[in-house]
C-alpha cells in the first residue's frame, strides 16, 4: 500500500494508552518476531485497532498488513473501536465502565438520528409517520446494559457513577488512576455523605426552629416566606444526597 494509514487523534483518543511497560513488552516482541500476528484494522484508510502495532513496524521498519472493513459512519467506527477493545484489551475496570458508559451514549445519539429526520419521526419508506402510527418506544435499562458490556456487576456500575457524580475531584482522581478500588471509594464517600446529612439535620431543624408561626403576633411575611423557602431548598437537598447515602437514614 503506497499511503501510509492515518492516526486520527479522536480515534486514538478513545483508546486506553498502553502502560509503558506493556509498550515496551510488545516492541521487543515484535522486533523478535520481525512481523506482527495481527493485521492493522483501517475504516477509510484511518486506523481503528493497532497504532502501537503500526508506529513500532514503522519505527523498525518491520512489514505489516492491513485490513479494511466497512462501516457507515464516523460513529459505527468509534462504536466498533469500543467493542473491540472492550473483547480483546485486559482493562480495568474503570477503563472499562468508561468506554461502556461512551458507547451507551455513542449509540443513544445514533438512535435519535436515526429517529429524527428532518426534524420528525419517519418509517422504513422514508415518509413521515402519522401521530398514530408513530412506533412506541420501550425503554430501555441502559444501566444493566451498560454493566454487562463492561463486565461488570450493576453495583459497581453504581457505585461508579455515584462516584463521579458526588465525589471530590481528589476521590475521583484516585479511583481514575487505580490508587483505590471503586468499592473503597464508593465507602468513603458513603460515609462524607452521611456525615453532610448530620450536619444538614441540624441546619434544618434550626430553621425550622427559625421560621416565625403564621398566627403570631405581627409575623413577618417576608421574613417567613424567605426562611420557608430555605428550608425547602435544604429539604430538597437532603433528599438528593441521601440516594448516594444509607438508605435507611431518615431525616427530621
Known sequence: MSILPI???EFRGLIPPLSPEEREQLEQNIIQSRKIYDPIILWEG???DGHNRFEIC???AI????KEIPLGSREEAKVWIIENQLNRRNLSDVARIEMALLKAELL???AKK???RGGRPQKDDGKPLSVSSKPKIEPVHVQKATAANAGVGEEKLYNYLQIKEQGSPELQAKVQSGEIKIGTAHRLLTKEILKQLRVGDRMLKSIRKSIPEEDSISPDPELHSQMANLATVLRELLDKLA????NNHEVA
Open 114 to 116: 436515526n429517529l429524527t
Open 58 to 60: 514503522i519505527k523498525h
Open 243 to 246: 440516594k448516594g447515602g444509607d
Open 7 to 9: 492516526i486520527d487523534p
Open 46 to 48: 484511518i486506523i481503528l
Open 108 to 110: 443513544r445519539e445514533k
Open 63 to 66: 512489514e505489516f498488513e492491513l
